[in-house]
């Protein structure tokens, strides 16, 4: 969507406040022990109590409040009851519905002790997020994301999972256009002052490719090892960009 007034800006505000609450929470919780089920019980529960609704429920009649991918999962993870272990990585994806009016968020967590290249995993996906976020201004092509993602996943020598891509957001879960993470000449599309999105980078250490688990949801790492993914919803300007979900 694009943002017609400043009405539409605040309510995209409100959903966008809930959905960074709600994935604040639960990172804060992730440690050795704790299950999936519980973090997404937590989300639900927030959720309710902020008067609004998981999007991946509402939208695609997902078996969790929440997307929570664990191990070599990368992505659309069930929250499942298998206790989170020390030294793995864990993506949280929260993406929520109040007013008609959608948000969407996410980030990967370090459980307990991570070995040294996957705190720079996770530092680099980070960096890579914000980089492209802040490079995708108001008259660019959407090519800029994935110059930026690129350039980050190269200095650190991480692959990009081919697919996964950002999106439009706003009155809907998942809009036009669609923003990928690799950068590609023939792009022409350019960004319109207004527009709302989601840019949200995975990086990998050995994969850069998905497969889809035999559950019909989870996507995990073709070619094994460890995956990170962050994401925030934000309004393009000619300048900075209005981050809704930080």
């Not at 604040?24 to 019980?41: F, I, N, Q, S």
């Not at 599309?189 to 490719?209: D, N």
Request: proline share 5%; aromatic share 8%.
């Amino acid at each position: 969507m694009t943002v017609d007034g400043p009405e539409q800006l605040e309510k995209l505000k409100e959903i966008g406040a809930i959905c960074r609450d709600v994935l604040r929470a639960m990172g804060a919780k992730v440690a050795p022990g704790v299950t999936p089920r519980e973090l997404d019980t937590m989300a639900g529960e927030m959720l309710r109590e902020r008067g609004a609704q998981s999007a991946p429920k509402l939208a695609y009649d997902f078996p969790g409040f929440t997307c929570i991918s664990v191990g070599d999962a990368i992505a659309h993870g069930i929250p499942s009851d298998v206790p989170l272990k020390e030294g793995e990585l864990v993506n949280i994806d929260v993406s929520a519905e109040k007013d008609s009016f959608f948000g969407d968020t996410g980030a990967s967590f370090a459980v307990g002790e991570v070995s040294s290249e996957l705190w720079t995993l996770l530092r680099a996906t980070e960096a890579a997020q914000r980089k492209a976020m802040f490079a995708a201004r108001a008259g660019e092509k959407v090519n800029v994301v994935g110059r930026a993602v690129e350039k980050e996943a190269k200095k650190h020598g991480f692959n990009i999972i081919e697919g996964l891509n950002g999106h439009g957001v706003g009155g809907w879960i998942h809009e036009e256009p669609s923003v990928p993470n690799i950068y590609y000449p023939s792009e022409r599309t350019r960004l319109k002052e207004g527009q709302v999105m989601t840019i949200e980078p995975f990086l990998a250490t050995r994969s850069h490719q998905y497969v889809e688990d035999s559950d019909g949801w989870t996507l995990r790492l073709a070619q094994g090892g460890f995956g990170a993914q962050f994401e925030h919803t934000f309004v393009v300007t000619k300048g900075a960009p209005i981050i809704l979900t930080a």
